[in-house]
């Protein structure tokens, strides 16, 4: 049997860890956004992000508690049943994770304001997934009056979303539009609605 010398362990060794070093170097880096200042703010897609998120938010609800429907709510106190349904995704972009997480933001601020009873996100999806198993189907806008009715809803809010996708060379433009409304459940009324825009772009 060879013994290897002892002089040579620490030369391989260091080998090694250079090698280590050098593939680390090569690779991607992970980070967390409270490591990266302004790592949010930076678009990376033509996509709807967290911040695209909160400033859609910002707008459609500055424009909601300032609206004669909220000034009503607030000053009768009687916090109506308040149900949320999905946005429609009218777009080409994959993005229906990202509105699924924009209406759960407006849950939050409508249970925080105070103003309406909320009917729960999760109840409202298990309880549409019951009633359409008898469509075959899932979310459906024709039995919005069916689901409602289930709920006890008197006001539901809903909406769109929408975009202009423009292309010039290697050079894209996508203008996104929410269009978000308040309905009364009896007379199927639009008591608010609002429209909300940005735009993401690819310059090359």
């Known amino acids: 049997m060879t ?31 409270s490591q990266v200042q302004g790592l949010d703010d930076q678009a990376m897609s033509t996509g709807i992000d967290k911040r695209d998120i909160e400033q859609l938010l910002h707008d459609n609800l500055k424009a909601m508690m300032s609206s004669p429907i909220a000034h009503a709510w ?16 009218e777009t080409s972009e994959h993005i229906d994770s990202q509105l699924n997480a924009l209406l759960s933001d407006v849950e939050t601020f409508m249970v925080n ?6 009917v729960s ?17 899932g979310f ?4 919005v009056a069916e689901y409602n009715k289930q709920l006890g809803a008197k006001y539901y809010i809903t909406g769109k979303v929408f975009t202009s996708d423009e292309r010039v060379e290697d050079q894209r433009r996508v203008q996104y539009f929410m269009f ?3 309905i009364d459940v009896a007379t199927s009324a639009v008591a608010w609605q609002n429209k909300a825009s940005f735009t993401k772009a690819v310059l090359r």
């Open 74 to 89: 607030a000053a009768d106190r009687a916090k109506p049943t308040l149900a949320i349904y999905p946005l429609a995704n």
């Open 140 to 143: 459906d806008p024709k039995h």
């Open 121 to 137: 996100v999760e109840r409202q999806r298990q309880m549409i997934g019951e009633l359409e198993k008898q469509h075959g189907g």
């Open 180 to 182: 978000m409304q308040i």
């Open 113 to 118: 304001s105070q103003l309406v009873t909320v």
């Open 3 to 33: 013994l290897v010398p002892t002089r040579t362990v620490p030369v391989r060794a260091a080998t090694l860890v250079a090698l280590a070093l050098s593939l680390a170097a090569c690779g991607p880096t992970y980070v967390r956004g």
